[in-house]
């Protein structure tokens, strides 16, 4: 690889980090946005993150309607996949946590990482190496000591296996779109938009069909759905389809172990939660498994499509 697509490459896995950094105030952000029902609030946000995409389209010189005909440019395997992703993870998320309790539902939807790394191997000229996956497994060390403390021994009985079933749903689903992104060359990021419009649609009819409606109480409530929109559930979205098409995926998927983190230490700076010894021994497994999956990626890795271009053909070296 050419020092160009190489600093191109370091340039498209940072930007893909930014999502992670998004990712760790969903917490803060909910918790601050009072009680919204779940449907509701996601519809609200994704209403709100579909606009991002104009704004994205227009910083990259793109006219306002780039992002339809983007997304219908990449026919109907792209529309699914970006539709499916972005409302699906969220509808089997909400579910999961309704048919189970939260703390074990959210270590299991929370494995999407960990596929993210190991189906990243199937894609053209990507070579999946033992670091990446060692260095997975760490970082999900990591990320299950700061949810353990709210397992309970009860908490993986056999009642809650409906719930059980959709988180993993939730870890099959992101994966899955994170990394057959990468095959959709033909379809440009700012398509996100639509996918994240018709998730607002269908988040909204879940939410008439399941739900009470409460709207936000205060300016407090309204900033926060606000900030989720526009950031873990707008931006994020855009940052991470950048990242994940073009930058080295496998090391994304160890860095998105970084959110439970971050997202603690956010909730602790808010005043929202208390910081525990364990969460050093965390920090240290999950910087460390991201430092050994960044071993991993040393050697030169395959070029990356550009984008609106379409997927390389075959498997290149690594």
Do not use: N
């Not at 929370?110 to 070579?127: D, K």
């Not at 269908?202 to 009470?212: G, I, N, P, T, V």
């Not at 930058?247 to 525990?276: K, W």
Request: hydrophobic residues 55%; aromatic residues 8%.
């Amino acid at each position: 690889m050419s020092g160009d697509a190489a600093a191109a490459r370091r340039l498209a896995t940072g930007v893909g980090c930014g999502a992670v950094a998004l990712w760790a105030l969903l917490a803060l952000f909910t918790v601050r946005s009072g009680a919204v029902p779940p449907f509701q609030l996601t519809a609200m946000c994704l209403a709100l993150g579909a606009g991002v995409g104009l704004v994205w389209a227009r910083i990259g010189g793109r006219p306002l309607g780039a992002a339809l005909v983007g997304a219908l440019r990449g026919g109907p395997r792209a529309l699914t996949l970006g539709i499916g992703g972005i409302f699906g993870y969220h509808f089997f998320y909400f579910t999961a946590l309704r048919g189970a309790p939260a703390a074990e539902a959210g270590l299991i939807a929370y494995l999407w990482p960990l596929l993210i790394v190991l189906f990243s191997g199937l894609l053209p000229g990507e070579r999946l190496r033992a670091l990446h996956v060692i260095g997975a497994l760490v970082a999900l060390a990591g990320a299950a000591l700061i949810l353990a403390p709210g397992l309970g021994p009860e908490g993986f009985a056999p009642r809650h296996a409906a719930g059980f079933a959709a988180a993993i749903l939730c870890a099959l689903i992101w994966s899955g779109y994170s990394v057959l992104s990468r095959r959709m060359g033909e379809a440009p990021t700012e398509a996100v938009a639509v996918y994240c419009a018709a998730g607002a649609i269908l988040s909204a009819l879940a939410h008439l069909a399941l739900e009470r409606t409460v709207w936000p109480a205060g300016a407090g409530e309204w900033a926060a759905v606000a900030g989720l929109g526009l950031g873990p559930l707008g931006l994020a979205f855009y940052v991470w389809d950048y990242g994940v098409r073009r930058g080295d995926i496998q090391l994304l998927g160890v860095a998105a172990y970084a959110a439970p983190l971050l997202s603690t230490l956010a909730l602790a700076a808010a005043g929202e939660a208390e910081l525990t010894g364990a969460l050093a021994l965390a920090a240290a497994l999950i910087a460390g498994g991201a430092a050994l999956a960044a071993l991993g990626s040393r050697r030169a890795p395959a070029p990356v499509p550009a984008e609106g271009s379409p997927p390389a053909k075959g498997k290149g070296a690594a």
